[in-house]
C-alpha cells in the first residue's frame, strides 16, 4: 500500500508509454503507468521513449516550463532512489535507470538551444548531425580576427605594450560584434521555433507538411551550426582578452 504514496500527482504524467505491455514482475498487463496495477512495482522507461514523451509534453519548441517544471518534480519523487533503499535489486536498478533518464530528459528540453537540436535530431535522424559552420558573410571578419588573436596571444606583456594595447581594443571591439551577431541569430532561432510550433501536427503522413516541417528544421540547423561557430569564437575571446572575467551570462549556453 505505502508503494502508491510516492506515484506522480499529476494523472496526466501517469498515462505514458512504457518499455514492456507486462509487468517485468507479475506479468500482468500493464496499462501505460509507472507501476504495476497489481503488484505496485516500478516499471523501467523505455530507452528508446523521446524526451518529450518522457516528460509528456508536445513537440513543441516554445514549451510549456510550468508543466515541463511540475511533471519533472513528479516523476523524480516517484523515482527517486530513496525510495527504494529497501527494495530488491531489479527495482532499485529501475528506479536508478528511469532516474538517469528523467534527467537527461529534463536537462535536454530545458535549455532552448539543446531542445532545438535535440529536435533536429529526432525529426532528421542522426545523418543531421550538427556541425559548426562559420556564417558564410563572416568569413572574411573571422579569418583577420583569427590572425589578430594569434598574434596578440604571441605577445608577451611587457614588450610589444603599443601593438597588445591596439590589439586588444580590436579584439574587445570584434567580441561585441560578435556576442550582438549571436543574439541576432537566437532571435532568429525564436522565429523558427514559433514557425515549427504553427505547423499542422494532424497531417503527419502528408507530404507537403513533411516537407514543410524540413524547410523549417534545415533553417533551424543552419542558424545553430553558425551560432555554435560564432559562440566558440566569442568564448576564445573571452579567454584571450580577460582571463579573470566570466563568461556572459544567459539562458543560451
Ligand atoms: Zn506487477
Known sequence: MSEHTHQPESGRARELPMA????????SEMTGEYFCGRCVKVQPLSKELDYFTCLNLPRKLNLD????????????????PD???????????????????LNTAYRTLKDPVQRAEYLIRL?????????????????????ELQEDLDEFRSLSAG???????????????????LEARKAQMEDRLREQFSRWDALPTEAEGEATVRSQKDAVLAGMQEILS????VKNIVND??????PTAEPGRSAWH
Open 83 to 101: 525510495y527504494y533503499a529497501t527494495k530488491d535489486e531489479g527495482e532499485k536498478a529501475i528506479s536508478l535507470g528511469n532516474t538517469a533518464l
Open 20 to 27: 514492456r505491455s507486462m509487468c517485468w514482475h507479475c506479468q
Open 237 to 242: 575571446l573571452v579567454a584571450a582578452t580577460s
Open 159 to 177: 614588450e610589444s605594450d603599443e601593438r597588445r594595447q591596439e590589439l586588444l581594443e580590436k579584439l574587445q571591439a570584434d567580441r561585441r560584434t
Open 65 to 80: 516550463e510550468q508543466a515541463l517544471e511540475e511533471t519533472f518534480y513528479a516523476l523524480s519523487r516517484s523515482f527517486h
Open 226 to 229: 553558425n551560432r555554435t561557430y
Open 123 to 143: 525529426e532528421a535522424g542522426s545523418a543531421k548531425d550538427i556541425r559548426n559552420s562559420p556564417p558564410a558573410d563572416l568569413f572574411d571578419e573571422i579569418l
